[in-house]
């Protein structure tokens, strides 16, 4: 298996622009996480979905980010308009379960930097 | 107010020394989990310890679950350059509860 699959790898953006990240879990995970990550506030999960439903959307910053997860092997994270405070680096991450002993796989990240 | 409690911060040691870090919390966990992540890299899961007073090892690598489950540390004997990197905790406080991360120790060991 090819792990979870994040792209782009790298993203600039004027403030203003709409961003959309991207991720394939891994086939047959049925958790799949999005999670920010920043010096000074550490991993925070934005939001999670189970067999493609949103089930806990309470870390998403602001109405300006929305994710959608269409089927089992895609999901977006979308932010517009995009903020300088946005710029942080975004993971996806898919699971088997919720919690528990199976843990988390992560993909490589989506550096984003708005200027 | 974090949940999880990683201490040092940071911590540069040379190479072939040992070295503990930590995980607290006031709360009870159903399991706890230790990542490594490297630069440019997402967080890989190392191990995941889920009884009181659980003790994993992996290979140089010795995890402890305290007896109360609220913390956990990490020893690493004769550290090597190939450790560095960020080091994760996090829990999940009930069966189906999403886990949620610690801030992390930077680890860099020093030729």
Request: charge should be neutral; glycine fraction near 10%.
């Amino acid at each position: 298996d090819a792990g979870v699959i994040q792209s782009p790898r790298h993203e600039v953006t004027e403030m203003g622009q709409e961003v959309t990240l991207r991720c394939k879990p891994i086939s047959g995970h049925d958790y799949l996480f999005w999670y920010r990550q920043t010096m000074m506030r550490g991993l925070e999960l934005l939001i999670y979905f189970n067999n493609n439903v949103p089930i806990d959307d309470s870390g998403m910053p602001e109405d300006r980010f929305s994710a959608k997860m269409p089927n089992a092997s895609f999901s977006t994270l979308k932010i517009q308009p995009s903020e300088p405070r946005d710029s942080a680096v975004y993971f996806c991450a898919s699971s088997l379960k919720h919690s528990g002993g199976n843990g988390y796989t992560f993909g490589s990240g989506t550096r984003l930097t708005v200027v | 107010t974090q949940l999880l409690e990683q201490s040092p911060q940071f911590l540069s040691i040379q190479e072939g020394e040992n070295l503990t870090v930590y995980c607290n919390s006031s709360s009870v966990f159903s399991s706890l989990q230790w990542y490594r992540q490297e630069p440019g890299e997402g967080p890989v899961l190392l191990v995941t310890v889920v009884t009181g007073g659980e003790v994993k090892k992996l290979k140089r690598l010795t995890f402890q679950f305290g007896d109360a489950r609220k913390d956990s540390s990490l020893h690493i004997t004769a550290a090597q350059t190939g450790d560095t990197g960020l080091y994760l905790c996090a829990g999940a406080r009930g069966r189906d509860d999403k886990i949620i991360f610690g801030k992390g120790t930077r680890l860099h060991i020093l030729p």
